[in-house]
């Protein structure tokens, strides 16, 4: 059984940094696109960032969050700088691949971040 557990969300003050991290259970993810996700009340989960061949960003987070893996520990990582009151959401972490006909896709309880103006 896959398990993500999730860490460093928390309230933090306008301009302010704040780092996610993820860690998987289980076998090697280093194939697996990981990635972070994020839903504010009212609205729909959006992607943040992937990184797998290559590492993708949401335009709105572009230039202030990084995200980084470590295949050894199965963990990925999001780096949140300049924070604003508009990434406050509940932060979700993603594993998924495709592979020999099936999608594998795990996620994260979730870490809520709260920016303050």
């Known amino acids: 059984q896959v398990q993500l557990v999730e860490s460093g969300g928390g309230l933090v003050q306008a301009g302010g940094s704040l780092r996610l991290s993820c860690a998987a259970s289980?076998?090697?993810?280093?194939?697996?696109?990981m990635g972070w996700y994020r839903q504010a009340p009212g609205k729909q989960r959006e992607l943040v960032a992937t990184?797998?061949?290559?590492?993708n960003y949401a335009d709105s987070v572009k230039g202030r969050f990084t995200i980084s893996r470590d295949d050894a520990k199965n963990t990925v990582y999001l780096q949140m700088n300049s924070l604003k009151p508009e990434d406050t959401a509940t932060y979700y972490c993603?594993?998924?691949?495709?592979?020999?006909?099936?999608?594998?896709?795990?996620w994260g309880q979730g870490t809520q971040v709260t920016v303050s103006s």
């Open positions: 993603n594993f998924r691949r495709s592979a020999f006909g099936r999608v594998y896709d795990y």
């Open positions: 990184s797998g061949g290559s590492t």
């Open positions: 289980g076998s090697s993810f280093s194939a697996y696109v």
